[in-house]
């Protein structure tokens, strides 16, 4: 089945900075990735998704990168703020599979204003 | 619009007491639905899936159990709760498997 490994599992940057979170999946017919955002105590929130037939995608300050080839997704946050800490988690799945999304374990990033 | 409920939001409970969660979806039909687990600072576990009703997929053997009475109904059981069995459960819902998952609110579950 699916694996899906995230890195890193803390990050801390300047608000300010760009932030770079980086998952791995091993299934080759994976072919939705998306991205969750859980705030302390709160649900995950889907922040941004991509296909696998487009590279890249961008939402505001968020942008999400796909290489099939070597079976790699990133999650980019660019000009960081104190309220983008939070946990990050990445997901792997097949649309329309009977196979379920696989999590990464997550990323928190810590925003220092 | 679609919305998820899941109720209650905390609960805590001695060991060996039973245990019983509720999800429901409102706004559409026949939606995926699942149960998740997330230990204190860790990741997602998925523990149940069902993909119409009576239909429940265990992902991993543990003391829970999961059913599923009406098409957007989830319920999450144990019959006696072990510690181990702390964590916050997340409930979510997707449609035909091609969108994201919507979590519920989740509840955070304590026994002690």
């Known amino acids: 089945g699916e694996n899906v490994e995230q890195h890193p599992s803390t990050l801390s940057v300047q608000e300010g900075d760009s932030a770079v979170i980086k998952c791995t999946y091993s299934?080759?017919?994976?072919?939705?990735f998306p991205w969750y955002k859980q705030e302390l105590g709160k649900r995950p929130q889907l922040i941004i998704d991509?296909?696998?037939?487009?590279g890249e995608k961008k939402d505001q300050r968020i942008a999400v990168t796909l290489n099939k080839t070597a079976k790699h997704f990133s999650l980019h946050i660019t000009e960081t703020q104190p309220e983008d800490s939070a946990v990050y988690f990445c997901a792997a799945s097949i649309l329309g599979s009977d196979n379920d999304m696989r999590f990464g374990a997550g990323t928190r990033l810590t925003v220092k204003p | 619009s679609q919305t998820i409920h899941q109720w209650p939001a905390t609960l805590v409970q001695p060991v060996g007491s039973p245990l019983s969660l509720e999800c429901t979806v409102e706004g559409t039909s026949n939606p995926n639905l699942y149960w998740y687990r997330q230990a204190a600072g860790r990741g997602l576990q998925l523990l149940f899936y069902s993909v119409g009703i009576g239909q429940i997929s265990s992902e991993v053997p543990q003391n829970l159990s999961a059913s599923r009475p009406q098409d957007r109904q989830f319920i999450l059981s144990s019959k006696k709760l072990l510690l181990s069995d702390s964590g916050f459960y997340l409930c979510?819902?997707?449609?035909?498997?091609?969108?994201?998952?919507?979590f519920g609110s989740g509840t955070r579950l304590t026994v002690v």
């Open positions: 299934d080759s017919a994976s072919n939705y």
């Open positions: 991509i296909r696998s037939n487009v």
């Open positions: 979510a819902w997707s449609r035909d498997r091609l969108y994201g998952y919507t």
